[in-house]
């Protein structure tokens, strides 16, 4: 029991940190284009759907420091982020087929999102299996 509810915690944590890290950048588009490395540019435009995407960002952030105040019965929140990771990892694929950065640049984050995704998966299935329920 103690083991699901810390692989629960560290999956809701890692999720934090990322979004929270995410909403930061968004929120500073030159950075943005810095650590992310893509062949973009700055401008007013991109400033703005950057910053339009930024308060979903937090609001992801929060929702996951809530539901892990409640590990199990809200891990359900978990597996509603699947499609959002599963959604950056096909923008940046798309980004990397149109040259808007290089496999290269974007290998950290997509290794880094592939993680979470497949930490989330067994996290829950762990949780699933302990206490017999979806």
């Known amino acids: 029991m103690k083991c699901t509810i810390s692989l629960l915690r560290i999956a809701y944590w890692w999720g ?7 909403a930061i950048l968004m929120l500073l588009p030159n950075l943005f284009l810095r650590v992310m490395n893509f062949n973009l540019t700055p401008g007013r435009s991109f400033a703005f759907g950057l910053s339009y995407g930024a308060p979903l960002m937090i609001g992801w952030t929060i929702l996951l420091i ?29 980004a990397i087929s149109t ?16 993680g979470l995704f497949v930490f989330i ?14």
């Not at 934090?16 to 995410?22: K, L, N, Q, R």
């Not at 040259?99 to 592939?114: E, N, V, W």
């Not at 998966?121 to 979806?134: E, P």
């Open 16 to 22: 934090v940190i990322a979004d929270a890290v995410s």
């Open 66 to 94: 809530w539901a892990d105040r409640n590990p199990l019965e809200r891990k359900g929140t978990l597996l509603l982020t699947l499609p959002i990771i599963v959604g950056y990892i096909a923008i940046e694929l798309y």
């Open 99 to 114: 040259g808007i950065t290089s496999l290269g640049s974007a290998l950290p984050l997509l290794a880094m999102q592939t």
């Open 121 to 134: 998966v067994f996290s829950c299935w762990h949780a699933k299996n302990l206490i017999g329920i979806a």
